[in-house]
């Protein structure tokens, strides 16, 4: 089991920046894996990044360039650095961890219990 907390979120400007954190605890080999995901009222929750143990990253289309995903493993804290932020990234952000890859698919079997973010243009 890993348990997981986000922070970091609020409230900011359309063009203004945010960096979420996710701290995790343990065991490690159920982190192989980490992504964050977000959910906007009315809409299915999608996958934003991932990350695994070796670095490699996956972006959804719509952040690729203006997020960055990255974790520091002494800290064992997942961070999300969301720059050129639009009002229709206005969510509630999750953070979530897996032994198997399920990419940017919500099929992680841990996950934290989010943090908003709300973009105002």
């Known amino acids: 089991q890993v348990q997981l907390v986000e922070s970091g979120g609020g409230s900011v400007q359309s063009g203004g920046s945010l960096r979420l954190s996710c701290g995790a605890s343990?065991?490690?080999?159920?982190?192989?894996?980490m992504a964050w995901f977000r959910q906007a009222p009315g809409k299915e929750r999608e996958g934003v990044a991932v990350i695994d143990v070796g670095g490699t990253t996956t972006y959804a289309d719509s952040v690729k360039g203006r997020f960055t995903i990255s974790q520091d493993n002494a800290k064992n804290t997942l961070y999300l650095q969301m720059n050129s932020l639009k009002p229709e990234d206005t969510a509630m952000y999750y953070c979530a961890a897996d032994r198997v890859w399920w990419g940017l698919r919500p099929r992680y079997n841990n996950w934290g219990q989010g943090t908003q973010v709300t973009v105002s243009s």
């Open positions: 343990g065991s490690t080999y159920s982190r192989n894996y």
